[in-house]
């Protein structure tokens, strides 16, 4: 049964790998709680203050209107109108005690970071996230890569396996490859992994035929699932997390950076309304869907919660990337791990991110960077809607409901050539009903994932070729005339060879071009793809 009632959260050293149970406290970084071992004095570092020009949080509108949107966005930003700002300084040394300083923030510190930044934190993800037992823990890291690095470090070891959707973050899969660590593919439907295959992964494991134990850590991504764009909401959550608990014992690494951009189903343009927000915190955190954390599965004693998660939080989509700044929440056996890791490895993160965020969100309070999250997630929404809408334009798009796999229960998006007014069996081709691509609007995230139809079109000596080569073929044409996708085949967490035939994909990044440049990048899109099918 799930119970809002908290709890301590259950034992779950077991699951820790060899080098994290064999981690110490590192020499150094112990003597710090008593004396400042080899530390230079903050009188000799070169900046006597840190000051920055913040924008306002009520510097983008909560209205989705065209004039207040991506087209307000690129006027203010792009005229050179000066927008109104704020300014903070983090002075050399505390005016009153307890005040955030340089002499602290520049200094050697303990890997669990500036303190006002672990309370900023804390804080933050007790208001939104509002985990479901009592003595959880936050810990400051240096963005979700460092915080998967170290989180796979803890849990795994060389030869064994973790869970993940077929289609992943590419990064995440790389950085563990050299340990020795192998995804194992969930499948995946509109929500991102499927409940159902997993359980039936798990349920019918083999370890002879795998050659590895049944995994007991999952990556996942329910949010702006990458590359995907999927959503996966609390029922979902719920099952995934009741598997994990009741069937086998499995550690869910929760990795969100794009929780604040839940945009929505994509609506058409014709059928859009305008609609303006209220500016309510409360009213947007029910909004958004739930993190994992809010589900804790409660023995019938209620003396434990099996608290099988790790979240790993970052401030690169909501503030900025350079920061290299995050946090984990976890239970305090993984946290102490953690922090161990990060003893000998990345340390603190650097003083400098620290101290401007930790100003920044002093200053804007927590209502404040919550109507700022607020109106970032409609600005991505105007992104995404103008870059759909462009293809709209480009191609004709038919929607339909999907009924396998993947796309099972979810909207997708079939794109095919428009006709064009030329007299020929060229033209007649290009206006064919005939799908070249396809995708599901996304719902949250900055992506949208195309599926490639390409060997529809495909006719000898061609047809010999498998899907990442023609892949790659059509890249290689778009990168020529201008254009870059990432090609799907490195987000597969299976195994890709040349020859495999399948379906191709492109994830395209709708998050930074401006209008035109959207504009111009989907015409050349249309114009290569043209040609590239009719010479398949």
């Known amino acids: 049964m799930y119970s809002e009632k908290q709890a301590d959260a259950i034992d779950l050293s077991h699951h820790l790998s060899d080098v994290s149970k064999a981690r110490l406290v590192s020499p150094l970084k112990g003597l710090q709680k008593y004396m400042k071992p080899g530390t230079p004095p903050p009188d000799y570092f070169p900046f006597a203050s840190l000051s920055g020009e913040l924008l306002v949080p009520n510097s983008f509108p909560l209205s989705t209107s065209p004039s207040s949107s991506l087209s307000w966005f690129w006027r203010l930003f792009g005229s050179g109108k000066k927008e109104k700002t704020e300014t903070v300084t983090v002075q050399k040394w505390p005016a009153q005690p307890g005040d955030l300083n340089l002499a602290q923030l520049l200094q050697y510190s303990p890997a ?240 400098f991110g620290q101290g401007m965020v930790a100003a920044l969100l002093l200053h804007w309070h927590f209502e404040g960077y919550i109507r700022w999250l607020q109106a970032l997630r409609l600005q991505y929404q105007a992104r995404r809607d103008f870059f759909l809408d462009s293809l709209a334009t480009e191609f004709h798009l038919d929607l339909a409901i999907g009924t396998l796999g993947q ?16 007299f020929s069996e060229k033209a007649a081709l290009q206006g064919s009903t005939k799908p070249v691509f396809s995708f599901i609007p996304p719902s949250s995230g900055m992506f949208v994932w195309l599926k490639l139809h390409l060997e529809d079109f495909v006719t000898s000596p061609l047809s010999t070729l498998g899907y990442k080569q023609l892949e790659m073929k059509l890249w290689a044409e778009l990168a020529e005339a201008g254009v870059l996708f990432g090609p799907g085949y490195i987000f597969s967490a299976a195994d890709v060879s040349d020859d495999m035939h399948g379906d191709g994909h492109f994830r395209i990044a709708y998050s930074s071009a401006s209008e035109e440049e959207v504009k111009k990048a989907v015409t050349i899109f249309g114009a290569v793809i043209r040609k590239f099918v009719l010479e398949l």
Not at 273 to 279: A, F, G, R, Y
Not at 412 to 420: D, G, N, R, T
């Open 407 to 422: 796309r099972q229960g979810a909207r997708v998006c079939y794109a095919s050539l428009k006709p064009q007014r030329v």
């Open 112 to 351: 669990t970071g500036d303190s006002h930044l672990a309370d900023i934190v804390k804080e933050f993800t007790d208001k939104v996230y509002q985990p479901a037992y009592k003595n959880y823990t936050t810990l400051v890291s240096a963005g979700n890569t460092d915080g998967w690095g170290r989180a796979a470090l803890t849990l795994l070891n060389p030869g064994e396996g973790f869970l993940a959707c077929e289609w992943t973050y590419a990064s995440a899969l790389a950085s563990i490859k050299p340990w020795g660590v192998k995804p194992v593919p969930i499948a995946m439907d509109g929500q991102g992994m499927s409940s159902l295959d997993l359980r039936n992964t798990l349920a019918n494991w083999d370890e002879n035929a795998r050659g590895m134990k049944r995994p007991h850590v999952m990556y996942i991504i329910p949010i702006g699932q990458n590359p995907t764009g999927a959503t996966m909401q609390a029922q979902r959550k719920k099952e995934i997390y009741e598997i994990c608990v009741n069937l086998v014992y499995v550690i869910i690494v929760e990795d969100d950076p794009y929780y604040f951009l839940q945009e929505g189903e994509y609506v058409p343009k014709a059928a859009r309304v305008n609609v303006t927000q209220e500016s309510d915190e409360e009213k947007f955190i029910a909004s958004l869907a739930p993190s994992f954390l809010k589900y804790a599965f409660l023995l019938t004693s209620y003396l434990f919660a099996y608290w099988r998660v790790i979240r790993l939080d970052t401030f690169s989509k909501t503030v900025a990337p350079g920061c290299r700044l995050g946090w984990f929440t976890c239970n305090p056996l993984f946290a102490e791990r953690l922090e161990r890791a990060g003893e000998t490895s990345t340390q603190s993160p650097c003083g």
